[in-house]
């Protein structure tokens, strides 16, 4: 693919439409540039169109079933605009709001339900979760380099430093599991081992030496 069409420029105005007042956590920058680097790096990666704008509007499915949209209006706002291919691979791949009985998830159950249907979703969902990681990490990796107090940059992640790297690593390696052996992978798995690579610096500067006693 060229990296350019009308369903992909159409994708991109409803992201920034929807992110409009939206910001990055802990800074000022507005949250659609995410949309659109999540949908460089599938392009990079030679992905179609329907792959594409599956990850710029990956952010805008997963507000919509945290905000309670029915299918029916999820077919309605994406189905109908982008085709069922993107709705069916972002279903599988955005944390849901409530189980199967319509009873609601807490954080942590969300997280493990959509970890473990991974392995369940389809090729386009793999990828945009994949891309969307590398975009997460590469952030993260770009913060830590333009700064001389990484404990901040860590600290303004929502889960933590450790809790950011624990959540990483898992969806890396459930990816694996699942069978998904893409290039991709390669990407993120090296930019994985670098951002634990700089947490054990941090941890390491943390330290007291203590004197030796006597």
Sequence with gaps: ??????????????????????????TRLPYVTAASNVALILTRYDRD??????????????????????????????????????LGALLGVVEQRQDVNGVDLSTEERRTDLVDRLAAADERGRWVTAASLVHAAGTLLADLSRTEFPRTVWGQMADGREGTLRWFRLVHERLRVAGFEAPIMVELGAMLDELERRAAEVRSEGRTVLPPLG
Excluded: C, W
Aim: proline share 2%; hydrophobic share 35%.
């Design 49 to 86: 169109d329907d792959t594409v704008v599956s990850g710029i509007l990956r952010d805008v499915v997963q507000d919509y079933v945290r905000d309670g949209f029915s299918l029916e209006m999820l077919d309605g706002r994406i189905g109908e605009k982008f085709g069922q291919p993107v």
């Design 1 to 26: 693919m060229n990296g350019y069409s009308d369903r992909i420029n159409h994708a991109l105005a409803f992201a920034a439409k929807h992110h409009d007042q939206q910001v990055r956590r802990g």
